[in-house]
């Protein structure tokens, strides 16, 4: 399995673009990259997910270079509200899909005013 | 109306009870799943239910057994609890193993004192 590895936490201010990288050397083949955003006392929810270059949503940008061993969650603009939790997993999931995801401790994402 | 519902959302217990823990899910999902979240809240997987096969995660004791009337629910029954099984439980579930994204329920903090 790939292992991912992720700063434990960041901080930001209102308005700012912030981006978050993840590590995951080991990545193989078949394996995507998927993104959950956790709020305290919430379940994770679906961020973003992509397989390689770029991804882009209403929420969110996942940047991946040529070698898919980094990623880089990019959230624009972000507010007090998007203090929380983000993950980065990866995962084979063509053949053995969730099952096989494993969350990390993922960053903590303060934002202040 | 909530996608996926978790019943009860917060559970006290002594030691060597057996209790329940419902899940629901109204999307018309195939896949649905059982994690756990630690006090150092990393999120691990416990099960996977296919609509027709369990995939049971090897870590995880037999005294946790999913039962699933139906596809729309996947209960967990825990025997003799023990103090190691306080965490919150979240169920989750996705159209299928391969989809992209899973959704979460809101959790259940069990606490077994």
């Known amino acids: 399995l790939a292992k991912t590895t992720q700063p434990i936490s960041m901080d930001s201010y209102e308005g700012q673009e912030v981006n978050i990288t993840c590590s995951h050397n080991?990545?193989?083949?078949?394996?995507?990259i998927t993104w959950y955003q956790q709020f305290p006392s919430q379940g994770p929810r679906f961020i973003i997910q992509?397989?390689?270059t770029k991804v882009t949503n209403e929420v969110a940008s996942l940047f991946i270079p040529a070698d898919r061993k980094s990623s880089t969650l990019s959230l624009p603009r972000v507010s007090l509200s998007d203090t929380a939790v983000y993950y980065c997993?990866?995962?084979?999931?063509?053949?053995?899909?969730?099952?096989?995801?494993?969350f990390g401790k993922g960053t903590m994402l303060l934002v202040s005013p | 109306d909530t996608a996926v519902s978790q019943t009860p959302k917060y559970l006290v217990t002594q030691m060597g009870n057996d209790k329940s823990i419902k899940c629901e899910q109204n999307?018309?999902?195939?896949?649905m799943y059982w994690y756990k979240q630690d006090s150092k809240k990393f999120l691990k997987i416990m099960f996977s239910?296919?609509?027709?096969?369990?995939?049971i995660n090897e870590t995880v004791p037999n005294r946790f057994s999913p039962k699933s009337p139906d596809k729309a629910h996947l209960n967990l029954h825990i025997n003799s609890l023990e103090l190691g099984d306080s965490a919150v439980y979240f169920c989750a579930s996705s159209q299928s193993e391969q989809a992209s994204e899973a959704f979460f329920g809101q959790g259940t903090r069990l606490t077994v004192v």
């Open positions: 239910y296919n609509n027709k096969e369990l995939i």
């Open positions: 997993l990866v995962g084979d999931m063509i053949n053995s899909g969730y099952s096989t995801l494993t």
């Open positions: 080991n990545i193989a083949t078949n394996d995507y």
């Open positions: 999307l018309g999902h195939d896949t």
């Open positions: 992509g397989y390689k």
